[in-house]
């Protein structure tokens, strides 16, 4: 079995699903670890926005499996670096005693790449892209050492393949604009170190690791029918144009009420009163969309109630009618709704596009969830 780490639903489901895409039978589990027969086994310690102690899930994880029916480890990152990325590295190599990590979340296939110590998307510093409007981790610089906050006593190096002596030790980030560069980093990954980033690095790992006829290819999704329920978390421009996207198609849109992003505590009344108006809503549709459509606001705080509020909504629609597909857009949201309704263990069964993926609730198999961070596009073909 392969046993990977993320700190997020959508980061876990993302590498669950290039899994997939190798034949691989994967399974993603939140916090719990539980037995499975998965070839790939990820495990979401939903740790991204934790402040205390977020290495005591990793030690978690690693402990109930165990070194010796794990083949190898990946831990997955933010590819934008978001959340307590050193912190768990550092733990994580700690407990596998490894002397270094390669951490490679460069995405060259979604155009984000580390040149010269800095982090680009489609050419543009990361710092002057949507990710500077994260309610909760906005960016401010695209250097990659002011991006990590590497815990005293752990050597950081930021290195090219053709740099990189293969000696050195700590958290060794690793400069990639293209899938070339990642598999040579790949080349570098022994015994001795702990492979770490983003998906695409994660797919060049499969590469080396898994015998020839493994060979990647699409995999498809479960064709659902009935009843879908689109919630979009997210405050990035994509989410926005998404959801206007989806109106001009005559999808109906139920936003939260603005007396509801305003009033802080989750008042039962005013959630009640929203979901009244998605039910309605399906009551003559199949597809509704539930958003947040208010100016963006910098408080984690506020955008901690969002999560809640929006989680209680879905519950309640979930409560009282049958929804047979919930597509959730931003790892956060996610995470904050799949708690809300109990889920915590799904086998995934393919994408729409990279990174949105379907998934299977195993505990409830009649129920499906797709799920992709904020900052993906959803696919056209999700709206037909």
Known sequence: MILAVADDITGAAEIAAVGRTFGLTAQIQIKTPRSTSSDLLVIDTDTRYRTSKPASYIKEALAYYGRTSVKWNY????????????EELYAMMYILQKNRVILAPANPTKARVISNGQYFINGQPLHETDFANDPEYPTAS???????????GCPLHVRTYQTYNGN??????AEAESMNDLARWS????????AAGGSDFFR?????????????SETDIAAVSGKKLFV??????TSRKAVAQAGYLGIPVRPMPDILFKNTPADDTLIRQWA?????ALSTSDRVIIAILQPVVHDSKLAQNLRIKTAALVQRVVGKITINELFIEGGATAEAVLHELQWQTFDVIGEYAPGVVQMRVTQEPDNYVTIKPGSYPWPDRIWI
């Open 187 to 194: 080349e570098h990954v022994d015994e001795h170190t702990l």
């Open 142 to 152: 695209s250097n990659i050492v002011e991006l990590l906050n590497v815990p005293p």
């Open 168 to 173: 050195e030790q700590g958290i060794i980030v």
């Open 75 to 86: 831990k997955k990152v933010d590819s934008v670096l978001r959340g307590n990325v050193a």
């Open 276 to 280: 009244d108006g998605v039910l309605e």
């Open 204 to 216: 060049t790992m499969l590469d080396k690791k898994l015998p020839s006829s493994r060979a990647p």
């Open 232 to 237: 979009c978390g997210s405050t990035s421009q």
